[in-house]
């Protein structure tokens, strides 16, 4: 890639913002700066400390998002990273700085994209919207889902929304996520009794009470999935009890589970089938659920026949449809109505050491963004 591109430059310029989740430090303005100079109408919605921004172009026809966020994780120490994580440094072809894969290659990439795509066509038909959040990376709850609440409230319907989390796994555009499961926590409290170990049977241990309980749930056969989904999963990830010493037969445990659910079963069957284990193994407990998502698929359609087409166009490589991994904020759109779908750079890095990402990748993907627009706006073939 050539080091005029302006794709890359962007994503530098991103980089360079120390925008460590909610903060935004800057990375909106210069997105809406560029937009703005399109003919977008902009306006920022800022809900509690969380920066956003709406922007669209047209003023008529159907409505194509793109969604991101411009929040990254923590960079650890950054004595850790082989060069300064927030300073963009290209090595051997490689473009490292935390974001440059989750997902500020993706954002510079878009906004190239619509560029390029309204120089060619300024008349287009339809409507190209942003939906740009710093809640992504920490509690979301002042990001996306307020932002389509918003929209809700002004009657705009999404019609296809391109979300741009590095979903590649080998190649830039090999894989497409085209939904995902479904996320239920639980935050357990299994009550016992406090005592001395050397005399049990004055005592009630909750971790003990607790045990056959959690094997039967790890063990449970929950579904079989189905075509897109793998069968729903539980996972424990957190086991907390007793006060540090030895002798001690703790009062309660705390246990923070998972399920990543697919569309085959219910969040409230779930609820349900986890508190019937729980009654049958008499335990006296407390229990919180939080539903982080429910799961979505975007099967055939228009979105994805358009992102298919236009890898391949690009690239001349075949796509995978898969809907593995976590969560994103697609599963706030997906409501709505919309076909959404995830696409964005190799995703081997993301939240890691050294994040990086192939500077030659950013263009690429840059043209098959465009390539969609031109695919879904102006029936382009």
């Known amino acids: 890639m050539p080091h005029d591109s302006p794709t890359l430059s962007l994503t530098q ?45 047209g003023d008529s026809g159907p409505l194509f998002v793109f969604a991101g966020h411009t929040d990254v994780v923590p960079s650890g120490n950054p004595e ?11 090595r051997d072809g490689m473009l490292y700085g935390r974001g440059a894969a989750d997902m500020k290659g993706s954002l510079a990439a878009m906004i190239t994209a619509v560029e390029a795509f309204v120089a060619a066509h300024p008349e287009h038909p339809g409507r190209i919207g942003f939906l740009i959040t710093s809640d992504e990376e920490g509690v979301a709850v002042n ?14 319907q999404i019609d296809w929304c391109l979300v741009g989390e ?3 796994t080998n190649l830039v555009g090999d894989v497409i996520k085209n939904g995902r499961r479904g996320s239920l926590g639980g935050w357990l409290e299994v009550y016992g009794k406090q005592g001395h170990v050397a005399y049990p049977h004055l005592a009630a241990n909750p971790i003990h009470l607790a045990a056959p309980a959690l094997a039967e749930l790890a063990g449970a056969h929950w579904d079989n999935g189905n075509d897109f989904f793998p069968p729903t999963s539980f996972q424990i990830s957190n086991i ?40 049958r193994h008499n335990l006296n407990y407390e229990l919180e659920w939080k539903l982080s998502g429910q799961p979505f698929l975007t099967g055939e359609g228009e979105l994805v026949e358009a992102a298919v087409a236009a890898i391949r166009d690009e690239t001349g490589r075949d796509t995978e449809l898969s809907t593995a991994g976590g969560t994103s ?38 043209g098959i963004y465009r390539r969609i627009l031109e695919r879904l706006l102006v029936k382009t073939a």
């Open 13 to 57: 310029e991103l980089i360079r913002r120390r925008s460590v989740t909610p903060e935004d430090a800057g990375c909106q303005a210069l997105m809406t700066e560029r937009l703005s100079a399109l003919g977008f109408d902009i306006t920022p919605l800022r809900f509690d400390d969380v920066d956003n921004f709406w922007a669209v172009r």
């Open 329 to 366: 904020d697609g599963r706030f759109i997906a409501p709505t109505g919309a076909q959404v779908l995830e696409l964005g750079p190799i995703n081997a890095t993301i939240h890691q050491v050294n994040e990086c990402v192939n500077a030659d990748d950013l263009d690429t993907l840059s």
């Open 143 to 156: 990001g996306t889902v307020k932002v389509v609440e918003w929209l809700q409230a002004q009657n705009e």
């Open 240 to 279: 907390n009890s007793g006060t540090g010493a030895t002798n001690v037969i703790p009062g309660s445990a705390h246990i923070i589970f998972n399920f990543r659910f697919s569309t085959e079963v219910t969040d409230d069957e779930l609820k349900a089938r986890t508190e019937a284990i729980l009654k």
């Open 80 to 90: 850790d990273w082989a060069s300064p994580p927030f300073e963009p440094e290209i």
């Open 166 to 168: 590095p979903s590649s």
